[in-house]
């Protein structure tokens, strides 16, 4: 019976042993499939069940991602160790230092701050392997170049170092510069237009009040000229000439400087301005002059702009009368065109005189600048500078072109939307 007993009882053990090993066969199957699932890089993570909850096991391959990440990131990233050697960087840290990535490993980061930035870097680091922080520094490649860059330096913990992430603030830095300079320019420009108020201001209200006591001093020379020339000696009689003469030149002095600030002070709003009738004006105005030179003046047919009456009057008076009194040998033949070109109208006044020599071609257009003596040609210099004045009011610009001995070209221009019927 026992016996009996104990056969059955093996039968039975048998039966399980052998299901046994196949449940240990299949978990077996199974392990050697997540190995090979390891192996070729197809599981990341293992999640296990126990009693007491899920468990997630990241396999070391897992950081594959991460890893891509930080490589493609625009900053760059770099790991040190508590001595500041480079362990881990990424391919921009790499190319901002010009050097390549293999070789960085090892390296101090010391190496890669500028000598004045040292110091500033060390404080930066240390309190970063504490906690974390921050700072602007610069960093130089191996070529040389400087990389302003803002560094955050944090502690990596128990794994005894600290990573930092580098972002390049070249063109940040350049937009700040460039803001800077803008609001310079902006006060310089301000300051200018405030300074420059107060010259046009001071040369008003200077040759205005000027006047008065200029205008007694020539009447009182005249006097003295009309009642003594003649009874005192001839020395007297020179210095009362000189006397009237200086007056008389002063006032013209004064005169013109007056005209010169009213330019902008007395401007009038423009409207439509038709600078054939201008023409005709200055013709009128100038007769005498035409007459007694025997000039002939030659135009195009001209637009209408929108511009300053009298303005345009005085402009193609100075410019008109120039050419006639700076004449050559010849009899002055003065052309007027105009064209219209990149959205500007041009007007040129051209002559046949005597011309002008390039290096004295800017100087001309400054005040009270004249090339020639007084003797040989009347005038105070101011003309010029006030058909300056007059064009760059019309928001235009003016130059001249000349050869000596062959004539000048001075040439005006206007904005496009100065001309409606051109
Ligand atoms: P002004 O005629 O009173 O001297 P402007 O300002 O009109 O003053 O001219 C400045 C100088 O430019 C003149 O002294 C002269 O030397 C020169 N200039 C002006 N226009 C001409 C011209 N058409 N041809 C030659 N020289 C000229």
Redesign the pocket.
């Known amino acids: 019976m026992i016996l009996l007993y104990k056969e059955e009882y093996f039968e039975k053990n048998k039966e399980e042993l052998i299901n046994k090993i196949f449940e240990l066969q299949s978990k077996l199957d199974e392990a050697d499939e997540t190995l090979n699932a390891i192996r070729s890089g197809e599981i990341d993570a293992i999640v296990t069940n126990d009693s007491v909850g899920s468990h997630v096991y990241t396999l070391e391959s897992a950081d594959y991602l991460y890893r891509v990440l930080v490589q493609e990131m625009s900053e760059g990233i770099v790991t040190l160790t508590l001595e500041g050697v480079i362990f881990y960087t990424n391919t921009k840290f790499a190319s901002m230092v010009q050097i390549p990535m293999e070789t960085l490993t090892g390296k101090k980061f010391n190496d890669f701050v500028v000598d004045e930035d040292i110091t500033k870097f060390e404080a930066t680091f240390k309190r970063g392997s504490n906690g974390k922080s921050k700072a602007e520094i610069n960093l130089k490649s191996v070529k040389g170049t400087i990389i302003p860059v803002l560094i955050s330096i944090k502690t990596l913990n128990d794994l005894k170092g600290v990573y930092a992430v580098i972002t390049d603030i070249s063109e940040h830095k350049h937009y700040e510069e460039l803001k800077i300079i803008q609001k310079e320019l902006k006060n310089t420009l301000l300051e200018l237009e405030r300074s420059n108020a107060e010259l046009e201001k001071f040369a008003y209200v200077a040759s205005h009040d000027l006047q008065e006591p200029l205008r007694m001093v020539s009447s009182f020379t005249q006097l003295l000229e009309k009642n003594y020339k003649g009874k005192l000696d001839s020395d007297a009689d020179e210095f009362i000439h000189y006397a009237v003469d200086g007056a008389k030149r002063m006032h013209e002095l004064i005169n013109d400087l007056l005209s010169y600030s009213r330019v902008t002070s007395h401007g009038k709003i423009f409207g439509p301005v038709n600078l054939d009738d201008v023409l005709e004006q200055v013709l009128i105005n100038l007769k005498v002059q035409i007459e007694e030179n025997d000039a002939v003046i030659v135009s195009d047919p001209l637009p209408t702009v929108s511009a300053d009456y009298s303005q345009m009057v005085q402009l193609f008076q100075?410019l008109i009368g120039?050419?006639i009194?700076?004449r050559g040998d010849e009899k002055p033949i003065i052309n007027i065109t105009v064209d219209k070109r990149d959205g500007e109208l041009i007007l040129v006044v051209s002559?046949n005189?005597?011309?002008?020599e390039s290096k004295h071609q800017e100087r001309?257009f400054e005040i009270f600048?004249?090339?020639?003596d007084r003797d040989k040609?009347q005038?105070?210099?101011?003309?010029?500078?006030i058909c300056k004045k007059i064009v760059e009011r019309h928001n235009g610009s003016i130059w001249v072109e000349s050869v000596p001995g062959n004539g000048?070209d001075?040439y005006c221009t206007f904005p496009i939307r100065f001309v409606p019927d051109l």
């Open positions: 100075n120039n050419a009194k700076y002559d005189g005597i011309g002008i001309i600048q004249r090339l020639q040609y005038g105070t210099g101011i003309g010029l500078s000048s001075f």
